[in-house]
């Protein structure tokens, strides 16, 4: 089948082609945001993996540069897999990274890289000392699965890094941790930082965070006053999502413990619910906020993959902070990013009755931003929420899609809809009652199973559950829709989801926002604004 142009990305980072994984080493240096990333110079399928590197003055406006690490010794001669950037003390950053160094089993190994010269801001060519590789996989470190070091941080005279791990003949995964005083000479320490029998532990990251609610990033070396607490976030390969624990980080008993002791199996946390997946951080010193970068890799048939000759792209960089709760991280979308908006179009104070539906209409929504708040009109017809769920919300939602009616709920937004509606993708809330502490349940989800009329594509239910207090009935909903990729921020940004879809009749300007109500209850629409999104530089293309 024919794959149309119009499904290409328009705002969310992506090269002119070919295939693109993990964003790896971000930083802000010189003026300069750099995202390195892995990319497969000669097909948009994953292999001939090296470090493609782009530069930004603003996160959203992207420049190409010549890849910045390739392979070239022996300890990454068959592949330059994902890593971290640190500044050194003198201001220099550093690359630390996964190389392959055998041809036929993943034998992985980990390297350091430097900059050529330091004192170009664009940091175009980079080095392998002749002390690589810095950290090989001795007995007691499964060697193919040992990968993706963190960025370090210094704490009492030493520096400290995380590598992803799975220890040998087990399920656990772990991040084990290394120590050096120099940065040349790592030594592993006795234990991990943590582990979990979840299986390997792709991508960890790890960092402080300011108190409960402060929206200020930190060094990830702050230690001690202006630190509440430390995030540990592991990628899955098992589920492919990304999974965090907010706990408490001890320097010296080198311990991290997680404040939810279960929080590694039960009702896990994750940065987000749908196709988001080794990601990582950094501390921005420009506007001392802590950013996320995350990839979202297609859903799309491979054979599609290929006549597109694209595959992948990065959801939109987020600010990232300790939720009030203190329980969990909050997420938005970064500030640069409105600087693509256009003419608002606005909606006021309209209700939606059961079974109805309005259009958005005056703005192109293929490519744009919307912000709605949404106010329920009681929550006496609520579903009771059944417990055999409370840590399934995807099951839940595959079950509850946006067509099956409730009490309040599903309402929320078909974004990407044919006019006919044929087609639309639908992202909403359900809420439920007599949850935990007979405290009302909200259930977002994301549901794609009437994205398409294009047969064969994945089309997975994304949901999470929303941790905010329903009781006065308000709860909002942002969605950046960009052609092929829907990603929201449920309640201010404490649970979000992105999903990629692809619409066969509700593309460019035949796409259409409507929303809906399938529950029993009236939803006001308090406010809505939409804008469209102008298309920012991207990498020439
Ligand atoms: N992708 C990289 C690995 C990492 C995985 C290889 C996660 O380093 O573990 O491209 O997507």
Redesign the pocket.
Known sequence: SIVSPLLRTGYHFQPPMNWI??PNGPLYYKGWYHLFY?YNPKGAV?GN?IWAHSVSRDLINWIALEPAITPSIPTDKY?V???STTLLHDGTPAILY?GIGRPDTNY?IQNIALPKNASDPLLREWTKPDYNPIAVPVAGINATQF??PTTAWFAGGRWRMLV?GLRPGTLRGEAILYRSRDFKRWVRAKHPLHSALTG?W??PDFYPVAKAGAERGLDTSAYGAGVAKHVLKN?L?LTRYDYYTVGTYDNTAERYVPDNPTGDVYRRLQYDYGNF??SKTFFDPVKQRRILLG?ANESDSVAHDKAKGWAGIQAIPRKIWLDPSGKQLVQWPIEELEKLRGKPVNVGDKVVMPGQHFEVTGLHSYQSDVEVSFEVSSLDKAEPFDPAYANDAQKLCGMKGADVKGGVGPFGLWVLASADLAEKTAVFFRVFKDGYGGKPVVLMCSDPSKSSLTPDLYKPTFAGFVDTDISSGKISLRSLIDRSVVESFGAGGKTCILSRVYPSMALGKDAHLHVFNNGATDIKVSRLTAWEMKKPLMNGA
Do not use: L
Request: contains cysteine; glycine residues 14%.
């Open positions: 994984n993990d892995q994953w993996i592949g897999w994902s890593g996964t992985q990968r993706d992803g390997m792709e991508c990628s390969d997946y080794a990839w």
